[in-house]
Every structure is written in structure tokens, then in C-alpha cells.
């Protein structure tokens, strides 16, 4: 089942009662909120308190900003304007709080592999240590207020990365994604809404937060999750079958062990098909792991941030074939 879904995440909306919504805010009070909302963070009686950096967006070289967007960290929209913005994030990268993006708080908890109900509880834990510090903005009706009317009720976006090769590759998604919006499910890109899949990477999350509890959507997710998880293996054992198939998948492996020069475009496509030849068995000797690793990895503003140095686009596509190289070899 990790193979194919490779991470889980779980994300709250919330906004201070006192305050107008972030888009009705200047600057000023903007800062004012990100402030309240780090004490409140800093004096709860979470053990995760002393574990937690802050990072005001206004001190982030555009390199930094990007990192995060393609560490799932952070969004492209709150990355876009650094005023009155920061980031509450944990040492390990499993959770981080958006402070005034488009509702006040995001707080978002990211697990390897399938695991939704670990981290809702998770996110539960912290919402409720929030709330007893800060007053959040509710309606007996209408459940949480947020900005987005598509957000109200519980604020919750429940959702699990996963990687379909198969299915991306036989053009089913389209007819999946059709069927999904019926069950108040929506597949989108890795990064969200109006991304592009890139390395057959998908963002499966619920649609509906308004008149259904935290553990249904949890629920109706994971049943629908494991049905597409089926449906992918059963392609690819067909699929694996065939030699070009195969050949495709150990001409990838080959290309990225031996590369001189790759773009992140290429990088990504090929770790898919040797990520798919690892989950259909034709690829033994690589482990899954480290072909996630490197998904990460070979970004671009990541490579600029783990190199603490700028690299021309040249000079990066150069360095990214040697990492690939000799972690693959």
C-alpha cells in the first residue's frame, strides 16, 4: 500500500475571532495575528513547543521559499507575499502552521506512507492546544468560518500522495476524476489545485467539509484510497508483463545511473518509471526510499538550499546527474 501512496496529510483552516479575514488585513495587524498565533503555539503544553522554528517569509531568498513549496511544506500562494506571513515548522518537517496565507492558521501534519488516522490525531492534539489559547472564530450552523465558503464546517482537507503510473499511463484518470467529484473526492497534481501531475504523482483529498464529521471524510477517503491503490497494482502486474515495459523501466534506471546532464523534468519522469518497475517487481536492487529521497532532492530550489550556493540552471542540471548517479549506483 506504500508503495503507491506515499504520503498522507491532514490540514485544518482556522481564524481568530477578533480578526477579519487575512485579505481584509493590513499589514500591520497582520503581524499582530502572526504574533499572537506563535505565542499561543509557544506556550501550549505540547512537548512539540520547544521543536519548532519560525520563519517570517520576509527573510526567505526566493530559493527558500521555493524549497518549501516543493518540500509540501508550504503553499505557492503564501510563498507569492511575504507581508504579515511566517511559518511555524518542526525540526523533523512533519508539521507546520501557515500563518495568514488565505484563513489565519493552516496547520498541516505530513506521515510517510498511509497513514490518516495518526495524523488526524495528531492535528486534533494541536488544534485543541491551540484553542485553548487562541479564540477561534465559530458558528453552531456553519461550523468554523474560513475565508473559502468551500472550507466551512469542519476546515479539514484530508489527503494522501499517490504515485499511478498505471493508471496515468492506460488514461484512466480522467474517468476516475469524474467519478470522484460524485463522491465528494477530488484527484488533482502533487501541488495542489490547478498543478500539473508531474512523475505521475496525485493529490487525492476530500471535496466536502460542511455537514459530515472529521472521521467520515476520513473514512470515505481511505475506502476510495484503497480502491484506487487496487486498481493501480492490478495494472501494473498486466502491465510488467510486458517487455517494453520493462525495457522502458530498466532503460530509466540506465539513463539515470549513467546521465551526464538532466533536467528536473526528466529526473522526474524516469524516477517515476523506476519507482513503478521498483512496486511491479522488475527492479530489485533499488530501494523505494531512496527513490523518494531524491524526488525531493532534484528540485531545483531544494538543490540551491541543501548546496547553500546559487547554481546556474546549466550548472544544475550538471549536479543533479551526479546525484542521481551516485546514489543510484
Do not use: W
Not at 105 to 111: F, N, P, S, T, V
Not at 297 to 326: C, F, G, W, Y
Request: aromatic residues 4%.
Amino acid at each position: 500500500m506504500s508503495n503507491v501512496i506515499m504520503q498522507t496529510r491532514i490540514r485544518l483552516a482556522r481564524n481568530l475571532k477578533k480578526y477579519p479575514f487575512p485579505c481584509r488585513l493590513n499589514t500591520a495587524l497582520k503581524n499582530e495575528v502572526a504574533e499572537e498565533i506563535i505565542k499561543a503555539v509557544k506556550n501550549s503544553n505540547s512537548p512539540l513547543a520547544n521543536e519548532l522554528d519560525v520563519l517570517y517569509v520576509k527573510d526567505l531568498t526566493e530559493p527558500q521559499r521555493i524549497s518549501l513549496v516543493e518540500q509540501h511544506l508550504a503553499s505557492p500562494e503564501f510563498v507569492s507575499d511575504s507581508a504579515g506571513r511566517a511559518l511555524i515548522i518542526s525540526k523533523d518537517r512533519t508539521m507546520s502552521i501557515m500563518i495568514n496565507e488565505e484563513d489565519h492558521i493552516r496547520l498541516q501534519i505530513l506521515k510517510k506512507g498511509f497513514d490518516l488516522d495518526n495524523a488526524y490525531d495528531i492535528a486534533d492534539k494541536l488544534d485543541t492546544l491551540l484553542d485553548e489559547n487562541l479564540d477561534f472564530a465559530f458558528d453552531e450552523k456553519l461550523g468554523y468560518l474560513t475565508q473559502c465558503p468551500t472550507n466551512l464546517g469542519t476546515g479539514m482537507r484530508a489527503s494522501v500522495m499517490l504515485h499511478l503510473p498505471a493508471l496515468k499511463s492506460s488514461k484512466a484518470i480522467g474517468r476516475i476524476a469524474g467519478n470522484l467529484s460524485k463522491l465528494g473526492l477530488t484527484i488533482r497534481g502533487a501541488y495542489g489545485e490547478g498543478s500539473e501531475p508531474q512523475g505521475a504523482m496525485y493529490q487525492l483529498s476530500n471535496q466536502v467539509t460542511l455537514g459530515i464529521s472529521e472521521k467520515s471524510a476520513i473514512e470515505n477517503l481511505k475506502n476510495i484510497a484503497e480502491q484506487l491503490v487496487n486498481q493501480e497494482l492490478q495494472a501494473q502486474k498486466r502491465m510488467c508483463e510486458s517487455l517494453e515495459t520493462q525495457d522502458s523501466i530498466l532503460r530509466s534506471l540506465g539513463i539515470l545511473k549513467t546521465a551526464k546532464l538532466i533536467t528536473c523534468k526528466e529526473s522526474l519522469e524516469l524516477l517515476s518509471n523506476v519507482r513503478f518497475g521498483i512496486t511491479g517487481g522488475v527492479i530489485k536492487d533499488v530501494d523505494i526510499e531512496t527513490v523518494d529521497t531524491l524526488i525531493n532532492d532534484v528540485q531545483p530550489a531544494t538543490m540551491i538550499v541543501n548546496k547553500k550556493e546559487k547554481i546556474p540552471p546549466h550548472e544544475r542540471d550538471i549536479l543533479r546527474a551526479e546525484i542521481l548517479n551516485s546514489r543510484l549506483n
